[in-house]
């Protein structure tokens, strides 16, 4: 057994056996996060329910499109927005790393209307990706955003039994959705469909895996670029822009 106890001048004395430990101690008030429970009380701008195994899908397919460049920080991480796509109000994700793009789009799910721009962090997106193996079982997550807690937003995700409080990057995202055409971007008819076809866990490296291997691309034309889809796997589906640098032969 393991005791934690206040000892004098605010140190913690820990024991454990005949092992004792006197340790320095910061004040509780100065911890960066409320208490549990006063963010509920605090009435946040969002709060909304997804499919969990279909959000986490979704990050993972997006989270390779995510920048590493510190200069640029409002691309180490994946937006969130609400877009209207084709006269319907839909939840997007994207991330870029000025090269390449990922988005998704989703039914907007009821609580989420009033959501702003906001940018959920790099470490973040890994670390829910962590969080799902903790609570596999879970089938939806809880998501909440207090804008005022912190500068650029305060998040708070619930999966099963844990639970995950991060800051937002404060920031603002590119507009990502100039680089497709209108009618790239309308939703399916399917009212659970997201932008591309639905994405499975697992499904996005496992296509990678193939691509790695060789495998073929069947691709089609698009108005300024080609889409693919690797056989056998309905899952992904990769999109090719075609690019003109002013001093440069055209690349994809």
């Not at 055409?181 to 496992?206: M, N, R, S, V």
């Amino acid at each position: 057994q393991v005791t934690v106890e206040h000892g004098e001048n605010g140190r913690a004395v820990i024991k454990a056996g005949r092992t004792r430990f006197n340790a320095p101690a910061l004040p509780a008030d100065d911890f960066p996060l409320p208490p549990t429970g006063e963010l509920d009380s605090a009435a946040p701008l969002s709060r909304f329910t997804v499919p969990a195994a279909r959000f986490l899908a979704d990050l993972a397919a997006l989270a390779p499109c995510q920048s590493t460049e510190e200069t640029r920080y409002y691309l180490n991480g994946i937006a969130l927005q609400v877009r209207d796509l084709a006269g319907r109000g839909r939840l997007t994700m994207a991330a870029t790393d000025g090269h390449n793009i990922g988005a998704a789009s989703r039914e907007l799910p009821a609580g989420a209307e009033t959501l702003p721009d906001v940018i959920l962090s790099r470490k973040a997106v890994a670390l829910l990706g962590k969080a799902a193996k903790l609570a596999s079982d879970a089938e939806t997550m809880a998501i909440e955003l207090e804008p005022n807690r912190t500068s650029g937003g305060l998040f708070r995700f619930d999966l099963g039994a844990v639970s995950i409080w991060t800051k937002a990057i404060d920031g603002t995202f590119p507009d990502w959705a100039k680089c497709f055409d209108g009618d790239q971007l309308t939703p399916t008819d399917e009212a659970e469909a997201p932008l591309f076809p639905e994405l499975i866990p697992g499904t996005p490296l496992a296509a990678m895996a193939k691509l790695g291997k060789g495998a073929a691309i069947e691709w089609q034309d698009a108005t300024a670029g080609k889409f693919g889809t690797v056989p056998g796997d309905d899952g992904l589906i990769f999109g090719a822009l075609n690019l003109r640098a002013d001093i440069a032969e055209p690349i994809k």
